[in-house]
Structure formats: C-alpha cells, structure tokens
C-alpha cells in the first residue's frame, strides 16, 4: 500500500496559464475526492467520483476547473486561465467504499 | 445549514498537561464524525472516527473523542500531551451517503515544554 500520491507537489505559475494536477489513489479504492484548502482554513470540497462518474461538484469549482477519472483510476484537476485567487493547496483523497478517506500530500499552487 | 465549528484557532499547553479541542456540528440528519492531524509540511491524517457504536472512541497515541448527540459536539481530548502533539487538528463531518466532508477551520495545538 502506497498511500495516495500527488503530482506535482509544489507548482508555481503566472495568472492566465493552465495547470494540471494528477492523483493517484490507493489502488481498488472506488472514491475519488478533491478538496482545496488554503491558509488557515480547513479542506473545502470541491469534487467526488465514485469510480469513472463525477457524481458531485461543488459550486467553487467555477467553469475554469474541470476534473477526470478516465476508467476509474487516477485523476486529474485542471485549471484553465489561472488566477491569484486560485492559489491553495490542492488534495485528494480516496477511499474505499466506505467513510474513510486517505489523504495524498496535496499540491500547493502558487499563482503570480 | 450543515457546519462544523471549532471553538478554538490555537491552543497552547505545556507538555504532560491536559488538552481539548473542542468541535461542534449543526445538522438535522445522522452524522459520521471524524478528526484529522496535520504535522508541518505533511498531509492529512486520520486521527479517529465516530461511524456508529460507542459514543467514546479512541486512538492509538492516547486521543480520545466523545461524540454527544444532544450537544452536537464531538470534542478531542488527551490527558497528558507530548511536544510530538504539536500539529494541526481538523474535525470533519460527513452529512451524506458517500463521503463528502465538511472540515472546521482546524485548531493549532502547541506543545511547550
């Protein structure tokens, strides 16, 4: 058991670009979750997957996010024209069909 | 609407010394209740969780959690903290069938020898 990994850990880029983050979860874990957290605050939800189907998102994922589970694996989160206020963490966790959920170390994004 | 409140940003304590962090929900449906620790530069971690059973759990470094339905609380305790406590403390509350949670703002504890 691995744990859940992210990538990249750390990444730095100016307002306008495009970022992509990966998650892969603890392998057969079936649900998939995104949370953004930033300084001083606790993790916010932002989407869920059960399997392939993104089933939730939340209304702070605005229509510059978007987020994939192609075959029920890793996923992805990116962000399109990138903007100061997007600067957060950004976590996963995965769980098994139950209410257990395992964090990845998250990636913090720092916007310009 | 669901909430979660930690009464308290920091708490500094001096090592061996008693500590609560104190959490507390609003919601009108079943709960399943939970606190993560956050040491320096790492992820979140599983600290303990209320899913059904006994109101009172705990974990294996001496935390324990009691889960009070009729206060809708669900405060952390330890009766003698180390320096190695010293991190960051989430509650997290599931509201649904599949998971999602609703973290509080979290509670920085500080150990002092």
């Known amino acids: 058991d691995t744990g859940v990994s992210q990538d990249p850990r750390h990444k730095i880029t100016k307002r306008g670009q495009n970022v992509t983050f990966r998650c892969d979860p603890i392998?057969?874990?079936?649900?998939l979750y995104w949370y953004r957290q930033t300084l001083g605050q606790g993790p916010e939800f932002l989407t869920y997957?059960?399997?392939?189907?993104?089933?939730?998102k939340s209304r702070l994922l605005s229509d510059r996010f978007s987020a994939e589970r192609p075959k029920g694996s890793f996923s992805t989160l990116e962000i399109q024209r990138t903007e100061q206020g997007d600067s957060a963490m950004y976590l996963c966790?995965?769980?098994?069909?139950?209410?257990?959920?395992?964090f990845g170390p998250g990636t913090r994004l720092t916007v310009t | 609407a669901q909430s979660v409140t930690q009464l308290d940003s920091q708490v500094p304590v001096f090592e061996e010394a008693p500590v609560e962090l104190r959490c507390n929900y609003s919601?009108?449906?079943?709960?399943?209740l939970f606190w993560y620790v956050q040491y320096p530069n790492q992820g979140l971690q599983l600290l303990l969780k209320?899913?059904?059973?006994?109101?009172l759990v705990e974990s294996i470094n001496g935390f324990e959690a009691e889960f009070n339905k009729s206060q809708t609380s669900f405060h952390l305790r330890k009766p003698s903290v180390h320096i190695s406590d010293t991190a960051e403390y989430f509650c997290?509350?599931?509201?649904?069938?599949?998971?999602?949670?609703?973290f509080g703002q979290g509670t920085i504890l500080t150990v002092h020898p």
């Open positions: 966790a995965s769980s098994p069909q139950s209410y257990e959920q395992y």
């Open positions: 392998s057969e874990h079936n649900r």
């Open positions: 997957f059960q399997n392939e189907a993104q089933l939730e």
């Open positions: 919601s009108s449906v079943s709960v399943y």
């Open positions: 209320y899913l059904s059973g006994s109101t």
């Open positions: 997290a509350v599931s509201f649904t069938s599949y998971g999602k949670l609703t």
